[in-house]
């Protein structure tokens, strides 16, 4: 047999040997939900709310494990005025959409007055925060795609992860999560 003749039976040998393994590889650590399901109103997909430090609690809707962390959504409930802090994911855009009461949103440049029924987006790499503006309850929906490791932070921050670290290591975390604070927080801006 001749060298090319080798090269190129040994090639497509080896190419129709690996899609098999290929796709048995990526199907094996997927995960993905193939059943719909409902999340009752005021509920939490998995029946436990993750609450942060900041008074928000956070109904998952649908989680990133249901999506091989395609999307990642919640019910954002706040008690207490203000938010977090600026920031910035590496991969993930974010979109609030106002349920109940007002918040300030500043994505890039711009700030938003948002009340129920209202949405705003907030692209991946562009700095963003929220404050929530009203007195009592405000809720919102919230989503990040793709999902990333956001909703595994919280649930640290939840367990109290992020209290006992020192702002050093706290930045640590979030970069590690895909996403760094940049500045302070904008409640204490005036509403536009």
Not at 63 to 82: A, I, P, Q, V
Not at 103 to 116: N, P
Not at 129 to 150: L, R, V, W, Y
């Amino acid at each position: 047999m001749k060298r090319n003749s080798f090269l190129r039976l040994f090639i497509s040998a080896a190419a129709f040997l690996t899609v098999p393994f290929s796709s048995t590889a990526k199907r094996s650590y997927l995960t993905r939900n193939n059943k719909g399901f409902k999340v009752d109103k005021g509920n939490d997909r998995f029946v436990k709310p993750i609450t942060l430090l900041e008074g928000d609690t956070f109904y998952t809707k649908i989680s990133s494990k249901d999506t091989d962390g395609d999307l990642y959504m919640f019910e954002s409930t706040r008690e207490k005025k203000g938010g977090p802090s600026l920031h910035y994911h590496y991969t993930q855009d974010e979109w609030w959409y106002i349920l109940e009461g007002e918040f300030l949103i500043k994505v890039g440049d711009q700030m938003y007055t948002a009340k129920a029924g209202d949405s705003v987006f907030g692209p991946r790499g562009v700095p963003h925060a929220f404050s929530k503006m009203n007195e009592g309850s405000a809720k919102m929906i919230m989503t990040f795609q793709p999902a990333g490791k956001m909703e595994e932070f919280f649930i640290a921050v939840s367990e109290g992860k992020l209290a006992k670290m020192s702002e050093k290591e706290q930045d640590e975390m979030r970069k590690a999560h895909g996403f760094e604070r940049v500045g302070p927080a904008i409640g204490h801006f005036k509403k536009l």
